[in-house]
Nanobody, 117 residues
Framework: QVQLVESGGGLVQAGGSLRLSCAAS????????EGWYRQAPGKQRELVAS???????NYADSVKGRFTISRDNAKNTVYLQMNSLKPEDTAVYYC???????????WGQGTQVTVSS
């Protein structure tokens, strides 16, 4: 069964960088959109960045200019490069792959990102 495995989270100081990875254990067919979401304690999950199957990217205003979403199809992996991190970026980050089959959403297990001031 296909699963999304996330890695790359951790503790960093404000202004630092992290790169999150989301690797699929198998092939997901008819991918429409891939994205990264985050959820901080007491807050609703929010979309941080997304990339369509044609390569179009979108970012939340709060991360625009600091975060970059990308993918490597050969490795079945989606990345989120996070630069100039702020304490407000502290959250659990989840990757998502939306497939047009059914349709169906695949979710990663989440990875904690903590930014200290």
């Amino acid at each position: 069964q296909v699963q999304l495995v996330e890695s790359g989270g951790g503790l960093v100081q404000a202004g630092g960088s992290l790169r999150l990875s989301c690797a699929a254990s198998g092939s997901i067919l008819l991918i429409d959109t891939e994205g990264w979401y985050r959820q901080a304690p007491g807050k609703q999950r929010e979309l941080v960045a997304s990339i369509t199957n044609r390569g179009r990217t979108n970012y939340a205003d709060s991360v625009k200019g600091r975060f970059t979403i990308s993918r490597d199809n050969a490795k079945n992996t989606v990345y989120l490069q996070m630069n100039s991190l702020k304490p407000e970026d502290t959250a659990v980050y989840y990757c998502n792959v939306h497939s047009l089959v059914r349709p169906y959403d695949y979710w990663g297990q989440g990875t904690q990102v903590t930014v200290s001031s």
